[in-house]
């Protein structure tokens, strides 16, 4: 098991207090507390090597490259995945958005299938669909049953009538349903589709391995797992990416430039137009090292245990509908809910006269309310630093709102 | 807080007043705020320039469907060019109760739907005496 008591003291964001209470923050679906060790590797960044990375013949410049390049690495070992088949992006949607440019434009044509699940997140839908309007292609959506897990049935079917790309979300930011990607990739690579896996709420809170996945791209953002905002991943299969066109063309990405024509740098920089966020990826290498300190597995532990409790306690509650999958094997610290006919937003706004932080609305999921039959939904998130007794604080605030609200 | 839900507030979410749609209104404006995706439709029967019958329909969270309620009682009765001078204040005096300024979007998005609703039938009934 994990010492949360110890984890708490490097992040000093708990130190405070809001309107005389304690935080209590459960939108780490939304994005994560970054601890010191983060905060301290990108300030050493700035303070102590800045500079610009890749064509610093200085002392700092190579510091600064090693650094970034560094960090890289450990992204890949992270995953299971090699250095030149880590690009970095600035977020999960950069990501996917790459993708669906530069191998979407070249290998989706007219009447193309693009296969999709009614589960995903916006920044797996509105890039396809900007993509399928371009060129003509046609979207499909895999359906969910009652308990929010994807019909397999329904995805077989569609398989079979020649998906060439698929985009499947790892673990749902609504319902917390973690679908089961390496058989589906298995199966659309039989039917000979790609598949791109959304794995930006699965990556910080399990292990993942892409080999094991098997998917042909996977797509992440750092500012989930302890890192900064503005600093993604994007892996892909290199003999994929060495096929593709360039996604941003600049500087830092080419290897020769005239008037009227140029080459493009090896993989991953191929990719890496621009100045890049040197800071962003070293703080994301130093979260990489804080999760690996813990243990994924050691992670994934304890948010099942304490989802479970929460679960446990949050269906007492009278009035009280939850969203997605009972079985906590296959659902991460995600909980969705509505309370009576309280709305999402007037739920938050007397938690946070608690203290506690949810998110309310449709969380960048629309299609999937409007499959759920809801204008929105209340969420808690979990993550290592959230206690049962902070549960315990959540289901009696929802009791007093039942209260305020007359239930 | 949760001054913010007040009694009144909590009735109004519950029984709304005015709430419905009108046949063949005068004016009519719809909008949702983005953050949520709430909606709000306004509708507006007038007689000589002034509110006859006002009815708004749409989902929301309590404060903005109790805002909708005293928005629509507020102006019966009233001309046109008064519903151009209501503000902000108006609307929190109505409610009497504090709004952070992430609620206050909720609070004020029916005097935003009233305002697009009087403007485009301004627009319109300009056009029609020229």
Request: charged fraction near 25%; hydrophobic fraction near 40%; proline fraction near 4%.
């Amino acid at each position: 098991m994990i010492d949360v008591e110890k984890i708490r003291q490097d992040f000093p964001i708990f130190e405070q207090r809001f309107k005389g209470k304690p935080l209590i923050y459960l939108d780490n679906a939304a994005t994560s507390q970054r601890p010191n060790q983060v905060v301290d590797a990108m300030n050493k960044y700035y303070q102590v090597y800045n500079a610009t990375i890749h064509r610093c013949v200085y002392k700092l410049g190579e510091e600064a490259t090693n650094a970034y390049e560094e960090a890289r690495e450990k992204v890949a070992k992270f995953i299971n995945a090699n250095p030149e088949e880590i690009i970095f992006v600035r977020n999960a949607t950069e990501a996917i958005n790459l993708v669906a440019y530069s191998w979407g434009r070249s290998n989706i044509r007219e009447g193309d299938k693009i296969l999709l699940t009614l589960m995903e997140h916006h920044s797996n839908i509105v890039p396809w669909q900007l993509l399928a309007k371009e060129k003509k292609a046609h979207l499909e959506f895999v359906d969910i049953d009652d308990e929010g897990l994807l019909k397999i049935d329904d995805f077989e079917k569609f398989m079979n009538e020649e998906i060439k790309f698929m985009g499947l979300v790892h673990a749902s930011n609504v319902l917390g349903t973690i679908n089961p990607v390496k058989e589906m990739v298995n199966y659309a690579h039989k039917n000979g589709a790609l598949v791109l896996v959304d794995a930006a709420q699965s990556v910080p809170h399990m292990p993942v391995d892409v080999h094991e996945i098997g998917c042909d791209f996977l797509a992440f953002s750092g500012h989930k797992m302890l890192g900064p905002t503005g600093i993604g991943v994007l892996y892909g299969k290199r003999e994929l990416l060495e096929k593709m066109n360039p996604f941003l063309g600049g500087g830092d990405m080419i290897r020769e430039v005239h008037l009227r024509e140029a080459s493009w740098d090896d993989l991953p920089w191929k990719f890496e137009a621009g100045t890049s966020n040197v800071a962003g990826a070293i703080g994301l290498g130093a979260a990489v090292d804080y999760l690996n300190k813990i243990g994924m597995k050691n992670v994934r532990e304890h948010e099942k245990e304490l989802t479970k409790y929460a679960l446990d306690k949050i269906v007492e509650i009278k009035g009280i509908r939850i969203y997605g999958p009972k079985d906590i094997n296959v659902r991460g610290g995600v909980i969705s809910f509505n309370l009576g006919d309280i709305h999402p937003h007037d739920l938050a706004s007397i938690l946070d006269d608690e203290g506690i932080a949810i998110r309310a609305g449709h969380h960048c999921a629309q299609p999937l309310m409007e499959r759920l039959g809801v204008n929105g939904t209340a969420r808690a998130s979990f993550y290592i630093y959230n206690t049962e007794g902070e549960v315990d604080s959540l289901v009696n605030s929802l009791e007093k709102a039942r209260k305020v609200f007359k239930l | 807080m949760s001054d913010m839900y007040a009694e009144m507030i909590i009735d109004l979410y519950r029984h709304p007043m005015n709430y419905g749609k009108l046949e063949n209104p005068d004016i009519k404006a719809k909008d949702s705020n983005p953050i949520c995706g709430d909606v709000i439709e306004i509708q507006i029967k007038l007689n000589k320039g002034k509110v006859k019958e006002v009815k708004f329909n749409g989902k929301g969270c309590a404060i903005s469907q109790a805002s909708a309620s005293l928005l629509t009682e507020m102006i019966k009765g009233k001309k046109i060019d008064e519903l151009k001078e209501l503000d902000k204040k108006d609307i929190l005096d109505a409610l009497g109760i504090e709004i952070g300024p992430v609620r206050l979007k909720c609070a004020l998005l029916p005097l935003k739907v009233l305002k697009m609703g009087i403007y485009s039938y301004l627009g319109s009934s300009t056009k029609a005496e020229e």
